[in-house]
């Protein structure tokens, strides 16, 4: 596992939270959700594409 990954899902945790208060505090609460809702899909989609190339490791290392 790389450093960079956590510092990615950090970073993005990070944007969506200010996003999230930003949006709230002025009323806009349904927004606030959408951003949420694909800080989290974007999240999701990271740590997806890492488990795909951790499952491309273990296939080359057992010879399937």
Known sequence: MDVNL???????????????????KSGR???ALMI???GLI???LIIVR???????VIKTLFGF
């Open 29 to 31: 609460d349904e927004q």
């Open 36 to 38: 949420t809702l694909g």
């Open 6 to 24: 956590i510092f990615k899902i950090a970073g993005v945790g990070i944007l969506v939270a200010v996003l999230n208060i930003l949006l709230s």
């Open 50 to 56: 890492e488990i795909s190339q951790l499952f491309d």
């Open 42 to 44: 974007v999240v999701l």
